[in-house]
């Protein structure tokens, strides 16, 4: 895709964003229900929309910066590095994950000690799926 | 994998930033690729090659195990 297609997706995703903060935060309000969780999602949102505008507008001031992002985000040693911290991040979870669940067994925290092997269980799950699909495609 | 990218770069009076321009890179990965931090793909090792005018193996040097 075009890099300018791409940072105009990423506006119209920041717009949404925006409209689904704005709405989680107003329609508890006219519900009468003071749901904290959803307007503090809401304001998660909202904040993280207007963030990404901001962002927008800078990238987008002049042709050289658009130019400058597009290197940074194709930049091959970036995607590189981007990768295998990705890598240590996804095994260093599965060895504390693995640390916690143990623990909590002991502890009688079985019900949470569940729920955390469930995500390890779905990560390498979605590890394995990926590289299928990936080693059938390269 | 050794490189001649430093000398070439000297050679030709080229600014980091002025090579990493031309073949689409940041300057971070010109200073990996001159210090042997980081290889170069085949994509990017065929960019640098055609900028100095040069055959990838003329920049760059494959060392056998």
């Known amino acids: ?138 | 994998m050794e490189n001649r990218i430093k000398d070439l770069r000297k050679e030709q009076n080229v600014t980091q930033q002025d090579l990493a321009d031309a073949v689409g890179v940041t300057r971070q990965t010109i200073i990996s690729l001159e210090n042997g931090k980081y290889n170069a793909s085949i994509q990017l090792a065929h960019k640098i090659a055609k900028y100095f005018s040069l055959t990838i193996e003329q920049v760059f040097i494959f060392e056998e195990e």
């Not at chain 1, 240590?88 to 925290?109: D, E, G």
């Open chain 1, 1 to 138: 895709m075009d890099f300018r297609k791409k940072l105009k997706v990423r506006l119209y995703v920041a717009i949404v964003y925006i409209i689904l903060g704005l709405a989680m935060i107003v329609i508890p309000l006219f519900l009468k229900n003071d749901n904290n969780f959803a307007s503090s999602l809401g304001f998660a949102f909202a904040v993280i929309g207007i963030a990404r505008i901001r962002q927008y507008k800078l990238i987008t001031k002049s042709e050289d910066s658009i130019k400058k992002r597009e290197i940074a985000e194709s930049d091959e040693r970036s995607i590189f590095i981007a990768s295998k911290a990705r890598g240590i991040a996804f095994f260093s979870y599965i060895i504390v994950a693995a640390l916690v669940i143990i623990v909590l067994q002991v502890l009688n925290y079985s019900q949470v000690a569940l729920i955390i092997s469930a995500t390890v269980c779905f990560m390498v799950l979605v590890y394995w799926l990926s590289y299928l699909i990936i080693s059938k495609r390269s």
